[in-house]
């Protein structure tokens, strides 16, 4: 099983129903904040809160189960800088999810903390590190581990 997820595409409603289109077998598509859309605009993604979104309601956090995967979803600007990934690990652990996701910095990252799966999609329309803007496919072997996480 695999699901999508995607960051700060800012306004940009294209990229969403490309990515849309090209993973018609996706069990999910997450979005983690500054889609700068409205709910209806954003194909059926599951968003949170972005710190551009102020024009939308949409939640600070959301905890999404995908076939028994728990995920842990915020966009991460109001996350402190010397303890983010602790607090995302912590914040997931307290849901019972197997993974959390992030966005905001507009860079693709993936680290196993502590058991937990950190993933930041980065940017769907511009990355800040001079990479090219990416995605995350999320492959899930079973409820309690990924197998891979690939741009």
Request: charged share 20%.
């Given at each position: 099983?695999?699901?999508?997820?995607?960051?700060?595409?800012?306004?940009?409603?294209?990229?969403?129903?490309?990515?849309?289109?090209?993973?018609?077998?996706?069990?999910?598509?997450?979005?983690?904040?500054?889609?700068?859309?409205?709910?209806?605009q954003?194909?059926?993604?599951?968003?949170?809160?972005g710190?551009?979104?102020?024009?939308?309601?949409?939640?600070?956090?959301?905890?999404?189960?995908?076939d028994?995967?728990?995920?842990?979803?915020?966009?991460?600007?109001?996350?402190?800088?010397?303890?983010?990934?602790?607090?995302?690990?912590?914040?997931?652990?307290?849901?019972?999810?197997?993974?959390?996701?992030f966005?905001?910095?507009?860079?693709?990252?993936?680290?196993?903390?502590?058991?937990?799966?950190?993933?930041?999609?980065?940017?769907?329309?511009?990355?800040?590190?001079g990479?090219?803007?990416?995605?995350?496919?999320?492959?899930?072997?079973?409820?309690?581990?990924?197998?891979?996480?690939?741009?």
């Amino acid at each position: 099983m695999y699901f999508i997820v995607v960051s700060d595409n800012h306004g940009r409603q294209e990229v969403l129903r490309d990515i849309r289109n090209k993973h018609p077998k996706a069990k999910a598509f997450l979005h983690c904040g500054d889609s700068e859309l409205s709910p209806d605009q954003i194909d059926s993604y599951v968003s949170v809160m972005g710190n551009n979104d102020v024009h939308h309601d949409y939640p600070a956090h959301l905890v999404v189960d995908i076939d028994g995967t728990r995920v842990f979803m915020i966009h991460g600007h109001r996350l402190s800088g010397f303890n983010k990934m602790a607090q995302l690990v912590n914040m997931a652990k307290k849901n019972d999810c197997q993974i959390a996701c992030f966005g905001h910095t507009h860079v693709f990252d993936h680290k196993v903390i502590d058991g937990i799966n950190i993933i930041n999609p980065g940017s769907v329309w511009h990355s800040r590190d001079g990479s090219r803007p990416s995605y995350a496919i999320v492959t899930v072997e079973d409820q309690q581990s990924v197998s891979k996480v690939e741009l």
